[in-house]
């Protein structure tokens, strides 16, 4: 049986989850609170990702003790010893509490700041139980943001199985292995020295149909 206990904003995905585990026969139920797991008289395992990391400056810094790159981190407006910057809380979800800053007289407050990184690419690397599931994004017309990349602003996720493929693959591994996850989407970007840098980890990421048969196919190997 499996129990996909969902975040408050994560409803829409998580119900896709569980309609198509229970579609595949696997018992599952879908519930808005943590239960309490009481093992009488029979072994039980503990669930996946119960060691999540939901704070993403939190996740910036394990992730850069462990030697991975990441942004420059600034904890405070004035620290800034350098713009533009990239402004975000503690906890976000679809990019709302995004801000980009130019300079010193364009102060917005936010948990923690980030040196802004120009770059070549960026990737949605999906990671489940050992397995990897690489994505790029891409333009969806010519009027996309350059600055704020999500889906919105004119951005969607491919595919992709290009030359960096492996190279993203084993900086994921290292990132999995920092933040001690089991599934969840991380998110990378490339600069123009071929540098890979940590942006962070989600453990309930949005999925179009492919992406869900990915996670749905890892779960069910689990199971068995």
């Given amino acids: 049986m499996v129990i996909i206990v969902r975040a408050k904003n994560m409803g829409k995905t ?40 939901y704070n993403k400056y939190l996740q910036l810094k394990k992730v850069s003790k462990a030697g991975i790159l990441t942004p420059k981190v600034y904890d405070n407006f004035d ?30 407050k936010r948990d923690y700041y980030l040196k802004y990184i120009r770059k070549i690419g960026e990737y949605r690397i999906h990671y489940c139980l050992g397995n990897f599931y690489v994505c790029k994004k891409v333009k969806k017309d010519d009027n996309a943001n350059l600055i704020i990349r999500n889906h919105k602003n004119g951005w969607r996720f491919v595919t992709y199985e290009g030359v960096y493929k492996n190279d993203l693959i084993e900086f994921v591994k290292r990132v999995v292995s ?27 990421p949005g999925l179009d149909n492919k ?4 996670y749905v196919n890892c779960f069910k190997r689990r199971l068995k």
């Fill in 14 to 53: 998580a119900k896709k989850l569980y309609l198509r585990l229970n579609k595949l026969g696997i018992r599952t139920k879908l519930i808005k609170d943590n239960p309490l797991l009481i093992s009488w008289g029979k072994k039980i395992q503990f669930g996946l990702n119960d060691k999540a990391i």
């Fill in 79 to 108: 620290e800034i010893d350098k713009f533009p910057v990239v402004g975000r809380n503690y906890h976000h979800f679809g990019a709302k509490d995004f801000v980009f800053i130019k300079s010193p007289s364009e102060y917005v």
């Fill in 178 to 204: 920092a933040l001690n996850y089991n599934f969840g989407a991380i998110d990378c970007i490339m600069d123009k020295k071929h540098r890979l840098y940590f942006l962070e980890m989600n453990s309930a």
């Fill in 211 to 214: 992406r869900l048969d990915f």
